[in-house]
């Protein structure tokens, strides 16, 4: 048997198709084919339904406050969901790799306040430095939990957990308990976040730029590829040579990056660096991920999917308090919705399973 292998991955669709070469049959390409295609319609299909749902809940909000849909409104809503969606291109990382990421808020909070004190003690530091510290102090969190899960084979869920507690608990031994206040930051390093470039918020064109590199990253490089084989099937990935520890060390370390960047910009946002910052955002941003169609059984998600969940995350969270929603009602509409996301899923995931085992009899 010949030891070369043809590895094909559908970007579009966030699945990879792994099989030899000299299995390849006519009848057997044909069964991909349609199994590939199966899953792409699917795939649309929910995107299109989830941006129809979007649009409707848009209309209904505008209905209710004529405010909504404001010029002014609508910059304020893409800002404040910026650093979320900055965060779900690196949980979908994770995600497809049928891992979870737990301790994101606190490497945001860590990464904040380390950074902060930085401004507090050197107040002509530049921002871009600032932002080169945080993502460094999240590159070495996310390094730590990729080793902890690639190569001492603790469950991510472990893992996280543990290094989530650790960090927090990082947070507030640096800081004594105390808050870095916004008179102790520089007027550059809280534009990063607030200031505007070309009238467009900062916080925007940082997550439009880091949606664009991911962007081709995930669907044009050989890595973004193994990305998805690894999480379709991790068996078939390393018989073909794919080192799979490798890939669940880099998207670990890719998330620890993001997320250092969002503490940063976060604390830069607020002007208040505290050592509860982010408490509990992992759970919005696991959301918005799954909001988006990633599938928590790993090896699918697209780019435009964890875009339009975290679109609307931001406008369950922007559009209720306008609309005069309780904030006890505002978690359980949210929580409502999230739940409809993830039966949906599993239903339309069955659904493909059972075609393409169909299409496979055929």
Known sequence: ???????????????????????????????????????RNSETFRE??????????????????????????????????????????????????????????????????????????????SPF?????????????????????????????????????????????????????????????????????????????????????????????????YIYAVGSSPETAELIGIKRQRIILLVYALMGLLAGLAGVLWVSKFASAQGDTAVGYEMNVIAATVLGGVSVAGGRGKVSGILLGSILFGILANALPLINISPFWQQFIQGLVILAAIISNVLLQRRNDKLALKKRAI
């Open 48 to 125: 299109l339904g989830l941006l129809i749902f979007i649009v409707a809940l848009a209309a209904i909000f505008q209905i209710r406050n004529p405010k909504f849909l404001s010029i002014a409104n609508i910059k304020d809503l893409l800002a404040n969901t910026a650093i979320l969606s900055i965060l779900a291109v690196g949980m979908m990382m994770v995600i497809i790799t049928r891992g979870i990421d737990l301790s994101i808020g606190s490497t945001m909070a860590l990464s904040g306040m380390i950074t902060s004190l930085t401004v507090s003690a050197h107040p002509g530091i």
């Open 1 to 39: 048997m010949q030891s070369q292998v043809k590895m094909n991955a559908d970007g579009s669709t966030g699945g990879a198709n792994l099989r030899p070469q000299n299995l390849e049959g006519p009848p057997d390409s044909r069964s991909s084919g349609l199994i590939r295609k199966i899953s």
């Open 129 to 225: 430095l600032s932002l080169a510290q945080g993502m460094a102090i999240g590159l070495a969190a996310g390094l730590v939990i990729g080793v902890l899960v690639a190569y001492f084979k603790i469950l991510p869920i472990i893992a996280t957990l543990g290094l989530m507690n650790i960090l927090r608990g990082m947070t507030y031994l640096i800081s004594k308990g105390k808050w870095v206040s916004a008179y102790q930051m520089s007027a550059g390093f809280k534009n990063l976040s607030t200031g505007t470039t070309l009238g467009i918020n900062n916080l925007i064109i940082f997550a439009v730029v880091i949606y664009i590199l991911y962007t081709y990253f995930i669907n044009q490089t050989k890595t973004g590829r």
